[in-house]
């Protein structure tokens, strides 16, 4: 089978990792194909924040948690990094653009065995104070929204495949 596909095929999201740190070397190649990834009309105005501390993760997580609601147990499912996917508020290809540099993040780790899981939830909270505190203490300029985050790490867990949806394709010839 075609290794691209065979990649796409077996990639599953992480939701639970080791604590070890990926290679720097990893994280390159994983950075490297995000910025590969098109972008509307060649722009490449996304910005790509990689956050590798543990208080800094765990901080970002507590201010998330906070603004949405959400229970005590909310941490990103505790990554070893998280790479934010940013781009300026006005681009009407922000989303499009990070969601095409965030597959190809996803599709990289998982050929050198690194797991990931696509966290969304930033998307609508960026401006709440607490929230955009943290987020420019992480350099992400002010007119940036996060549109996703790749949680990444070593995967500590087994993976099944899940079916996939009937009837999701049409023709028209």
Same mark, same amino acid.
């Given at each position: 089978?075609?290794?691209?596909?065979?990649? !796409?095929?077996?990639?599953?999201?992480?939701? %639970?990792?080791? /604590? /070890?740190? !990926?290679?720097?070397?990893? +994280?390159?190649?994983?950075?490297?194909?995000?910025? &590969?990834?098109?972008?509307?009309?060649?722009?490449?105005?996304?910005?790509?924040?990689?956050?590798?501390?543990? /208080?800094?993760?765990?901080?970002?997580? %507590?201010?998330?948690?906070?603004?949405?609601?959400?229970?005590?147990?909310?941490?990103? &499912? %505790?990554?070893?990094?998280? !790479?934010?996917?940013?781009?300026?508020?006005?681009?009407?290809?922000?989303?499009?653009?990070?969601?095409?540099?965030?597959?190809?993040?996803?599709?990289?780790?998982?050929?050198?065995?690194?797991?990931?899981?696509? !966290?969304?939830? +930033?998307?609508?909270?960026?401006? /709440? %104070?607490?929230?955009?505190?943290?987020?420019?203490?992480?350099?992400?300029?002010?007119?940036?929204?996060?549109?996703?985050?790749?949680?990444?790490? &070593?995967?500590?867990?087994?993976? #099944?495949?899940?079916?996939?949806?009937?009837?999701?394709?049409?023709?028209? #010839?």
């Amino acid at each position: 089978m075609n290794e691209v596909l065979q990649n !796409i095929l077996t990639r599953r999201s992480i939701r %639970k990792f080791k /604590e /070890e740190q !990926i290679k720097d070397e990893e +994280l390159e190649l994983i950075l490297k194909a995000g910025t &590969y990834a098109p972008s509307g009309m060649n722009k490449q105005s996304w910005q790509f924040t990689v956050v590798q501390n543990k /208080e800094k993760i765990d901080l970002l997580a %507590k201010v998330v948690r906070e603004a949405l609601g959400r229970d005590e147990g909310y941490n990103f &499912y %505790k990554p070893a990094t998280l !790479i934010m996917l940013s781009n300026d508020k006005e681009n009407t290809n922000g989303l499009a653009d990070c969601s095409c540099a965030l597959e190809n993040i996803f599709l990289m780790a998982h050929s050198l065995g690194i797991g990931s899981c696509w !966290i969304n939830q +930033l998307k609508t909270i960026c401006d /709440e %104070k607490a929230v955009r505190e943290v987020l420019t203490s992480f350099d992400i300029p002010q007119n940036h929204v996060v549109w996703g985050i790749a949680a990444i790490g &070593y995967p500590d867990q087994e993976t #099944k495949e899940h079916e996939r949806k009937a009837g999701t394709i049409k023709f028209v #010839k």
